[in-house]
């Protein structure tokens, strides 16, 4: 096996170039290593993928610019949310649509499954919604929390090890908070755009990451050259599934 390994060249799409909604998003063997992944989201198949050592608006950049130069287009982009890289779509002109599973798991890191204040309960419940309302609703509901639990949200503590003396008691809460109202702009973009039928979620590529981890683990040790080959030969077969034939 090493030796076909060794004889291998890392593979690439035979996808034809087309217009397509990409998924992106970048996956990671420990630290330090990962790659960054781009999927057609009505094909269901991975068209670019790249080794990255960090996850950067710049690695983004440098996967778009060789898909545009292969002949791609690219009609819109649904991202995980990362800082910086919605303006690496939004540079070409292309609509760009946060994942709301991430922005929910974003939420849940700040609030937990269970929060215990009424203003974190409410907040999470709210956040449940996103998959299901409109972005005129949810903003008016978001500010209405808002103007409701404004002053428990400034509520401060003393904290002597901090330059100022104080900190704001409802951190986490108020971190919850602003990834919505920061985010919002980009939650609802497919909507917007419906004859494109973006999907707002990136979950299509995160559950070929999950394959793609579990079949890269059977093979425990692989040198990182002999490790991505193995990686692109799984993303290049990577498909929809077969439809099964009806009798």
Known sequence: MRAQLDAATPAHTSVPPQATVILADTTFWGRGYGVCVFR??????NVCWTEVKDETAAVYAQSLHG???????????????????ARVFEAHGMPVQFCLFHQMKTVTKYLTRKPKTEAAQELREL??????????????ALTSWYARHETFLKER???PHTKRGWEYTHRRLKSAYRSLT????YLFTYQKYPALNMPHTTN????SFSQLKKKIGAHGGLRRDRRFKMISALLAAGSKRPTRKRH
């Open 127 to 140: 956040s449940l919604t996103l998959h299901k309302t409109k972005e005129k609703d949810f903003g008016t």
């Open 40 to 45: 057609s989201a009505s094909l269901k198949r």
């Open 204 to 207: 299509s590529l995160d559950g």
């Open 157 to 159: 503590s003393p904290a």
């Open 182 to 185: 920061t985010n919002l702009p």
């Open 67 to 85: 898909l545009l130069e292969r002949g791609w287009q690219v009609t819109a982009a649904i991202i995980d949310g990362r800082r910086g890289v």
